[in-house]
């Protein structure tokens, strides 16, 4: 009988910004890493990120993420991170030019959908460059969803 071998990465991460797709309407989505310290990561992969307030920026062409709480890790003694600063943001440089033109217009905004970690053991976040909605856009996600819903029930 064989073994299987389990990934040391078996618990998955995937937390996500609730909040952004009730506010913003996705216009790109990008996948991008992200600088972290040794107690950042550990805190990633147990989960205690919230991207709720979290917004992305440029800073002499480089993407920067800001507001971003990441839970101070319970195992570090002395050497624990701040839980809230800015982290840089990995991209190529033909993905930074193209968020960069498109956040130069008027009304966009760069913001975290979701952070996960990889099949490699990294954490990636997915930010999506967005415009933000107006009320009325809002309602009408409300009646969708509200309509969905129902449709749902009625079929069981």
């Known amino acids: 009988m064989a073994v299987t071998k389990k990934n040391k990465f078996d618990k998955i991460i995937n937390i996500r910004n609730k909040k952004a797709s009730h506010e913003f ?22 989960g205690k990120v919230s991207l709720t307030e979290a917004y992305c920026y440029f800073q002499r062409e480089e ?13 570090a003694a002395s050497y624990n991170h701040e839980a809230v600063r800015e982290r840089k943001l990995l991209l190529n440089k033909r993905e930074l030019e193209k968020i960069e033109t498109k956040f130069s217009e008027k009304g966009l905004s760069i913001i975290p959908i979701r952070i996960f970690i990889n099949d490699k053991g990294l954490a990636k976040i ?11 856009d809002k309602r009408e996600d409300i009646k969708e969803k509200d309509v969905k819903r129902e449709l749902s029930k009625m079929k069981f």
């Open 25 to 46: 309407e996705f216009l790109d989505t990008y996948t991008a890493g992200i600088v972290l310290s040794g107690t950042e990561i550990k805190s990633v992969r147990e």
């Open 126 to 136: 997915e930010i999506a460059v967005a415009r933000g909605k107006k009320l009325h």
């Open 63 to 75: 993407l920067y993420i800001k507001q971003m709480h990441i839970a101070p890790y319970s195992m």
